[in-house]
């Protein structure tokens, strides 16, 4: 790509019109479905050959699957241990887009905030759903601070306000550090392209790897404040919420 920009660039694959609706295969497809179909045959494979004596791979994703577990149980408890196969696959999800940016001509998905939002707002609808379900009307107390009767006419919108703002952090937050990396990661090796100094080249190179390094550790960071974040709003429709 010759800018960070060039990824949002949507490039029609295939096209498909179903009753009038455009359903069609663009460039932003390929690696979401890629993704998937690779999370599908990598962790179903570890789990079909599992042996008693576990190799590399068995070691991975039990390290993996204790991690995502732990997240869970420190911000939730035990209570969403029904969960945990959704929350982890949300993180798997979410971690494997990111490290697919770090590839030659990948696409940044979690870089594109339409589809990041979208992710965003079916997650907090689900979330609020599963409050109303699990607690019925008693849900909507989470926001009714305890406080003095005359400042809820100022708290209670605050409350509401910052429940609703919640599907906006989740996305901005994953876009603008993804976003940011990829920016950096071309700023640095457009440097390599001025002049012909050997010396550049080198600082250049090296800067780049050092950088790329950092990606790696965004994206495994990204993915782990997206769980962690979702664990935290699931928290008040498991548990409740006591103000």
């Known amino acids: 790509m010759l800018t960070p920009l ?15 609706f455009d359903i069609s295969l663009v460039n932003i497809h390929v690696p979401i479905i890629l993704v998937l179909v690779f999370i599908i045959i990598v962790f179903g494979l570890f789990v079909v050959e599992w042996s008693l004596v576990p190799n590399c791979g ?28 959704f929350i982890f696959c ?10 697919w940016n770090l590839f030659p001509y990948g696409i940044s998905v979690t870089s594109h905030f339409i589809i990041v939002m979208y992710m965003s707002i079916v997650l907090w609808a689900g979330i609020l759903l599963t409050g109303l379900k699990n607690y019925n009307l008693e849900f909507l107390k989470i ?7 005359i400042l809820l006419f100022i708290l ?6 910052s429940y609703i703002i919640r599907m906006f952090s989740l996305a901005i937050r994953l876009v603008a550090n993804i976003l940011a990396g990829h920016t950096l990661v071309y700023i640095t090796a457009s440097l390599l392209t001025v002049g012909m100094n ?17 990606e790696l550790g965004v994206a495994f960071l990204q993915a782990y404040i997206f769980t ?16």
């Open 90 to 99: 949300v993180f798997s999800f979410i971690l494997f887009l990111n490290l």
């Open 143 to 149: 926001f009714i601070p305890n406080c003095p009767f």
């Open 198 to 214: 050997a010396w550049l080249y080198f600082i250049g190179g090296g800067l780049l790897c050092l950088i790329l390094i950092l």
């Open 58 to 85: 068995q070691l991975l994703v039990t390290a993996l699957y204790q991690f995502v577990w732990r997240i869970i149980k420190s911000q939730i408890g035990y209570v969403a241990g029904g969960y945990y196969p």
């Open 228 to 243: 962690i974040l979702i664990c935290i709003y699931m928290n008040d429709s498991l548990n409740g919420v006591s103000h």
């Open 156 to 161: 209670v919108p605050i409350e509401i306000f």
């Open 6 to 20: 060039e990824q949002f660039e949507v490039v029609r694959f295939i096209t498909i019109n179903l009753c009038h």
